[in-house]
């Protein structure tokens, strides 16, 4: 006989000590989210987080690539906004770019050696980014691997940081996001991101 859907539910729950309806909750939010190997830039998407510095007003990697593809507008608001703290967001217009905004960030700048602090930094730059986007109305948003390039943040305990902020935001925040896309740009973390979504967000 093969065990209807409700009976296996009812199944999973009594060994996990968890309803049938916590169980649907629960695998719900994998499908909330995707990983993208390519440029952030092209996605169309309500907003792209930038992996910024504390000046706000452009730099290397996927921040230069931001600016560029916005276009000198984006410095122009940038140049408002007085600069951000580590952990910390805050957001722009997307001018050229196809998405609506741009929520910039600050990750900690870790050379190879995480401190508990750089942890707590990186996990912050998820949350505060997340935080604005449900404060603006902003369902669908991608992230950059934050920190993993200049400032040095070792490739996969980043990856383990920042699926474990986005989990946690998403189980709270279920009905105000309806995607989050985690865009790789290596295929070193592309191969991190492929294992450890479906650990961190099981299918069933
Ligand atoms: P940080 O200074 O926070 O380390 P970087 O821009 O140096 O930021 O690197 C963060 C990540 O963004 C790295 O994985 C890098 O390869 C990636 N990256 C660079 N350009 C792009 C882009 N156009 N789209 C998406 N990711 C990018």
Redesign the pocket.
């Known amino acids: 006989k093969i065990p209807s859907l409700m009976e296996e539910l009812k199944s999973k729950a009594s060994s996990d000590d968890e309803s049938p309806e916590e169980i649907q909750v629960k695998n719900s939010l994998c499908e909330k989210v995707s990983f993208y190997k390519?440029?952030?830039?092209q996605l169309e998407v309500d907003a792209i987080v930038n992996?910024a510095?504390t000046s706000l007003l452009g730099?290397?990697?996927?921040?230069?690539?931001?600016h560029r593809a916005s276009g000198p507008s984006l410095l122009a608001e940038c140049r408002e906004l007085g600069g951000c703290e580590t952990g910390q967001a805050k957001i722009t217009c997307g001018y050229e770019l196809p998405a609506k905004y741009v929520i910039h960030t600050v990750?900690p700048i870790a050379r190879g050696h995480i401190t508990p602090n750089h942890k707590q930094d990186l996990a912050s730059c998820y949350n505060s980014s997340l935080t604005l986007a449900t404060e603006n109305d902003i369902r669908t948003i991608a992230f950059?691997?934050?920190?993993?390039?200049?400032?040095?943040?070792p490739n996969e305990p980043a990856a383990n940081v920042a699926l474990t902020t986005v989990k946690e935001f998403l189980k709270k925040n279920r009905d105000k996001i309806d995607r989050v896309i985690f865009?790789?740009?290596?295929e070193v973390?592309f191969k991190i991101y492929k294992r450890k979504l479906n650990e961190f967000f099981p299918k069933d």
């Open positions: 390519g440029d952030i830039t992996a510095n730099g290397g990697g996927v921040d230069g690539c931001i990750g950059p691997c934050i920190s993993t390039g200049i400032y040095g943040y865009c790789v740009f290596l973390d």
